[in-house]
């Protein structure tokens, strides 16, 4: 069989939800930092995202609902009509070039800097400060103090995931994924070491999980359960968020997925380092959603990995970070087996068109 046949499941087309895709390759979420510096997206993320449109899905970089959970400058909103517009413009792009687009909101809670947030003070479940240097406009700088969100200041939050969320339709994504993962707003409520609460937010590990449980619920109510996602990391340990008891993570991240299986979301994207082991299959089984998985900062998702992925771990599809940044066709390479462009670590986060919309496509003769 010659590598243009390639018949692996990887390269073959799959429904998440109601969403077709064409094959079950997602591009995972990726923060660029390159929008206008009130959060519009410009054209180079136009060019950037509509480059990528042969992934089967294409999860956005995570977009702020509101400026008090924006985490860094130029990084995208979705909040104003502005945002809406540039985005629609994003959207129209990748259909034309027949791909999907659904976007992360995300709210960054204490993994920001009033400088950014707008309103003179970051929040979180708890007054716990974050344990590394926060990224501003003029580079890094120590983090602040969390405010502690009171009770009564939940609901009006929970409403601005909401509003995102109908505005992330109102931009033409095929849906959205409420980011609650790597030590964000959302995963500071379900981490022991980021919610000292002992309100009905914190405490017991049903507790922990009610307000990702409430964020997602009412999200789902308003633009529909078919057209909202998860992403999650348990045991990621990053960015202070830390979850080291397994006993733990189990019962919180067992009610989280008991606490949603009803819905019948659109998809849960999980990253952990042991996919086939007893907690994302014991996720897997309890949200009964289609399931996107990746493997985490410590090692790249490759080839081979992708492919064990969906062979072995139940993935429905498998999302892929940094060698989608650095290669725009990564579907035909790894479907034809072909050499990939490295990734350029230093321009991640930081520049305009060099290390975004430069790294070139296969040439064919
Ligand atoms: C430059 C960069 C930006 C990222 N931004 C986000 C983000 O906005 N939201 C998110 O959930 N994960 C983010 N991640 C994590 C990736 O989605 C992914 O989980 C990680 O890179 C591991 O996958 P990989 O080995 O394929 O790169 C980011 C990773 C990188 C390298």
Redesign the pocket.
């Known amino acids: 069989m010659s590598a243009h046949e390639n018949t692996h499941p990887l390269y073959s087309p799959v429904e998440l939800g109601e969403l077709q895709l064409k094959n079950r390759l997602a591009m ?5 930092i390159r929008a206008e510096t009130d959060g519009t997206p410009n054209e180079l993320m136009r060019e950037y995202y509509s480059q990528r449109a042969s992934f089967g899905m294409i999860i956005t ?2 977009t702020w609902p509101i400026q008090e959970g924006r985490t860094w400058g130029r990084q995208p909103g979705i909040e104003t009509d502005a945002h809406i517009a540039g985005w629609r413009k994003i959207t129209d792009a990748v259909h034309e070039r027949g791909g999907r687009i659904v976007m ?1 909101v ?1 709210h960054g809670g204490r993994i920001s800097h009033p400088e950014l947030t707008g309103t003179g003070r970051t929040v979180a479940p708890s007054a716990v400060t974050a344990p590394d240097p926060i990224r501003i406009s003029t580079g890094k700088t120590d983090p602040v103090t969390p405010h502690a969100l009171d009770a009564e200041e939940i609901p009006a939050l929970i409403k601005q995931f909401v509003a995102g969320a109908r505005n992330a339709m109102a931009a033409g994504m095929d849906g959205v994924q409420i ?1 609650g ?2 030590g964000y707003l959302v995963h500071e409520f379900l981490a022991p070491s980021t919610n000292l609460r002992t309100d009905s937010y914190g405490g017991s590990p049903e507790n922990r999980a009610r307000f990702a449980v409430e964020v997602v619920t009412a999200v789902a109510e308003a633009i529909g359960a078919d057209n909202t996602g998860l ?1 999650l990391s348990p045991e990621h340990n990053i960015q202070g968020a830390v979850e080291q008891d397994r006993d733990d993570v189990l019962a919180t991240y067992g009610a989280l997925a008991g606490g949603l299986a009803e819905l019948g979301l659109a998809h849960v994207e999980i ?1 952990h380092h042991e996919p086939q082991g007893e907690l994302v299959q014991m996720l897997r089984d309890t949200f009964g959603a289609p399931v996107i998985l ?4 410590s ?3 490759e080839r081979e990995d992708a492919q064990e992925l969906v062979d072995n771990a139940g993935a429905d599809a498998v ?5 989608a ?1 650095a290669n725009p066709d990564l579907v035909t390479r790894w479907r034809e087996d072909t050499p990939l462009n490295e990734p350029d670590q230093n321009t ?2 930081v520049g305009e068109e060099k290390g975004y919309i430069d790294y070139p496509a296969l040439q064919r003769n």
């Not at 990746?294 to 900062?297: E, I, K, L, R, Y």
């Not at 999302?319 to 060698?323: C, D, F």
């Open positions: 995972a979420p990726l923060t660029r970089e995570g992360q995300m980011h993962a790597n992403r990253v990746n493997t985490g900062f090692r790249l998702v999302s892929v970070g940094r060698l940044l991640f986060y």
